[in-house]
């Protein structure tokens, strides 16, 4: 008896990024296992359709449904698909790629990472949850929601546009987070430079700060960065581009499970890279294994 087929769906962002996509359709099209799937693509037209999408692809019996973009778009997508039996799967085409990085799928190679669909396995992952949304690779406060309120606004995509946006922002406009927050039972209130909750270990253009964070270990990996003299700016980007965050003396480090943030009328938040202005308080938690992934068949460090 010939297997059934399964079901995979492709959720197009045309706009993330800073590579074109279409030729996407046609590599899909040519690369794609046909003895293992049959296959549907859809275009997103605005923020938040990619959630929509992904919901009705779940109740219309997807197996897979496929993020093709950066982690904003993966963000949508798995917003429906949590606690689901549809896996996620990814076609990295965003800037940063941070989530599809830790994952060891190749970023815009559109041919490598249907090979991964192709012949991966499904694993089930750890998620972030807040009152707000799920988010996959990290969320927090400071200078990267700062930068990434700023970033959103550049015609221009990619890292160079990206590093722009930060010295801009620290030489002009950036001024620490005045905040009160709770990592698991430890009670914390200062001026924040930065304060961000890793789920996966990169915040994009393969830039770990923390390389052995796990998405299978139930906790998240938080950074505070307190305020610190301008000059020693360098020395610090340093230290984290080396996974070095020990070496800095305005750093801290937590591993946590629940996280609150208590309100603040000038707070700017970002969630997998996308800025978020919210007045009242944010409780962030760990979900454990709630997400079906599809992985490399032979990785073995999620």
Not at 14 to 21: D, F
Not at 172 to 180: N, W
Request: include cysteine.
């Amino acid at each position: 008896m010939e297997a059934k087929k399964k079901k995979i769906m492709f959720i197009i962002n045309p706009i993330s990024g800073v590579y074109k996509k279409k030729n996407v359709p046609e590599k899909i099209a040519r690369y794609i296992d046909y003895v293992q799937y049959d296959y549907t693509i859809r275009f997103t037209q605005y923020a938040g359709h990619a959630t929509l999408i992904a919901q009705q692809a779940v109740a219309e019996g997807y197996d897979v449904c496929v993020a093709v973009g950066g982690d904003g778009s993966i963000n949508e997508v798995a917003q429906s698909l949590v606690g689901t039996n549809t896996a996620l799967g990814i076609i990295p085409y965003g800037s940063g790629n941070g989530f599809a990085t830790h994952l060891k799928i190749p970023p815009r190679d559109a041919e490598g990472a249907l090979r991964v669909l192709n012949t991966g396995k499904s694993v089930k992952l750890d998620l972030g949850k807040s009152n707000l949304r799920y988010f996959v690779s990290n969320a927090g406060f400071g200078i990267d929601s700062s930068v990434a309120r700023r970033f959103h606004h550049h015609a221009i995509r990619g890292l160079a546009s990206y590093a722009w946006a930060i010295v801009k922002e620290l030489l002009f406009y950036f001024q620490p987070f005045h905040a009160k927050v709770e990592i698991d039972d430890v009670t914390i209130e200062r001026d924040f430079f930065l304060f961000t909750a890793f789920n996966a270990n990169q915040y994009g253009y393969d830039y770990a700060v923390y390389p052995f964070t796990s998405m299978k270990d139930g906790v998240l990996d938080v950074i505070v960065l307190n305020r610190f003299p301008l000059w020693k700016l360098f020395w610090i980007v340093g230290c984290l581009m080396m996974k070095r965050a020990d070496l800095i003396k305005e750093s801290e480090s937590y591993r946590a499970k629940r996280i609150k943030i208590y309100g603040n009328k000038k707070m700017v938040y970002q969630f997998d890279g996308d800025s978020v202005i919210h007045h009242d308080d944010i409780e962030i938690e760990i979900v454990p294994s709630c997400i079906q992934v599809i992985v490399p068949n032979n990785l073995i460090a999620y």
